[in-house]
């Protein structure tokens, strides 16, 4: 547990910020320079600076308000944001990062971007296609598997970011908050994969509003707070570690 798999060393991540195009239009079309220059120095500080370490095998929690950096944390393990400063190193194979935007296609359905998603990972089609029926059925989509995912609920296509992440064999498996937009039904099943996954000694990225999931679930969190690590706990408890017959496990197993 002691090899470090995910380093961020002093970390800054910006974004540019389009709404000075879309606010003046007319200034952008007369004076095309001045508006460009306008856009390059319209950056967003996201991360400012921020370093730690996530050990092999360790479950990290992120925890954090609103717009306080986790997604973009996470996007940058992830390898599809870049660093504007500093050094992300990760030792492993990732899980995709997917969402609307982010790896899905709105356009197509479930199915196709399953195999879109698959292939972009490195799998043969042909390798896809035998994933594809535990796929679906983790995710409890059939019924909707061959609409356009832009009809899907958020709920649904979390659940199929999730699905297609749990079948790729990933050493690092990144979780952005599908616990609080499943269902509780679909939580409980998120979990217990999870807890697979744990006990296979994957390490995972967990990011959660929830201080009682992450306690119960994390060996560790860290806060983020406006761009900046606010605060690393070890967090002491962990129920199913110790006593995996645990309330907590019976509840979440069962
Ligand atoms: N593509 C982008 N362009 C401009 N700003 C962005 C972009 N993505 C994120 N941001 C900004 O970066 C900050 C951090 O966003 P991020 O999505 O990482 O927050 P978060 O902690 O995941 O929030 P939430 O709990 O709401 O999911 C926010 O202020 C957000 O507006
Ligand atoms: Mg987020």
Request: with cysteine.
């Amino acid at each position: 547990m002691n090899e470090p798999i995910i380093t961020f060393e002093n970390v800054t991540k910006s974004y540019h910020l389009y709404h000075n195009v879309i606010g003046g239009v007319k200034n952008f079309l007369f004076d095309i320079p001045k508006a460009i220059s306008s856009i390059k120095n319209s950056r967003f500080e996201a991360l400012h600076n921020i370093s730690f370490e996530v050990y092999r095998g360790e479950t990290i929690g992120v925890m954090g308000r609103n717009g306080a950096g986790k997604s973009t944390i996470l996007g940058l393990i992830a390898g599809v944001l870049k660093p504007s400063k500093g050094r992300v190193s990760v030792n492993g194979r990732i899980s995709p990062l997917l969402e609307l935007g982010a790896g899905f296609n709105s356009e197509l359905t479930g199915r196709e971007n399953i195999i879109l998603n698959g292939v972009l990972l490195g799998l043969t089609r042909a390798e896809v296609i035998n994933k594809m029926h535990d796929i679906i059925e983790f995710s409890e989509l059939a019924e909707f598997i061959d609409q356009p995912i832009r009809v899907y609920s958020s709920g649904m296509v979390a659940r199929l970011g999730f699905s297609v992440a749990i079948h790729t064999n990933p050493d690092i498996l990144l979780v952005d908050e599908i616990l609080a937009v499943g269902d509780v039904e679909f939580q409980k099943k998120c979990y217990k994969k999870m807890l697979d996954f744990k006990k296979k000694g994957v390490t995972i990225v967990l990011v959660s509003h929830s201080p009682d999931d992450i306690e119960k679930f994390c060996d560790r969190a860290i806060v983020v707070v406006k761009g900046e690590i606010g605060d690393i706990r070890r967090i002491a408890s962990k129920p199913y570690f110790t006593n995996p017959e645990s309330a907590f496990i019976r509840g979440m197993v069962n």
